[in-house]
């Protein structure tokens, strides 16, 4: 395979998976694991 293929293909990989896995640790159990700061003017209260 061409070794600038390999990489496109190693790009969009390891960005899917980060999609992926921040989806999966921000909508973890139905609520945010990590407080979404930009959304909650108050993410104190979340604790």
């Known amino acids: 395979m ?5 990489e ?4 969009v990989f390891g960005m899917a998976l980060a999609s992926v ?3 999966a ?3 973890w159990d139905g609520h ?4 979404d700061f ?4 108050l993410p104190v209260e979340r604790f």
């Open 21 to 23: 896995l921040c989806i």
């Open 25 to 27: 640790v921000t909508h």
């Open 38 to 41: 930009a959304n909650d003017p």
């Open 32 to 35: 945010a694991v990590v407080p």
């Open 2 to 6: 061409d070794r600038a293929l390999i």
């Open 8 to 11: 496109a293909v190693t790009i």
